[in-house]
């Protein structure tokens, strides 16, 4: 299941990448055609407007790429006494894997909440065993189970 969970993770990271880089060519082809027309203010504003957006972009592309050097670094096929990068926790609700934030995936009957270790909720279970609880948002969380 882990294997799955990491898989879920690193497609949902190349989808991003790919897509904001996708994004991007279509926002330097927008400005090559920018170039060719000579309008004035309008053409400078538009222009700018192409040049902020190329910026935000590139800014998403590095946080992606930062993801996927974070999801490069988690063991996905070792199981550990405490939570760690990488593990897979059950608990008496939720199921969480610690490794980078990717939302949600059902694997069988089982959901599974992708969150980083960077998380507010991450760092708690970081260094917890099965038995342990975790109190987040006005809830508890008992570990059952850590792959």
Request: net charge positive; aromatic share 8%; proline share 1%.
């Amino acid at each position: 299941m882990k294997d799955q969970v990491y898989a879920f993770c690193d497609t949902f990271v190349m989808e991003k990448i790919l897509m904001i880089r996708k994004e991007m060519k279509r926002v330097q082809e927008a400005l090559g055609s920018e170039s060719k027309n000579t309008a004035g203010d309008k053409h400078e504003t538009g222009r700018a407007m192409l040049q902020l957006e190329r910026e935000k972009l590139g800014k998403r592309l590095f946080e992606a790429e930062r993801m996927k050097k974070a999801l490069q670094k988690v063991t996905h096929n070792n199981s550990t006494a405490i939570v760690t990068l990488g593990s897979l926790i059950e608990t008496e609700g939720p199921s969480y894997y610690i490794a980078i934030s990717a939302g949600k995936t059902t694997i069988g009957n089982t959901d599974i909440y992708c969150i980083s270790s960077l998380t507010p909720l991450g760092q708690l279970f970081l260094g917890k065993k099965v038995g342990d609880s975790i109190h987040f948002n006005q809830q508890e969380y008992r570990i059952t189970k850590i792959w």
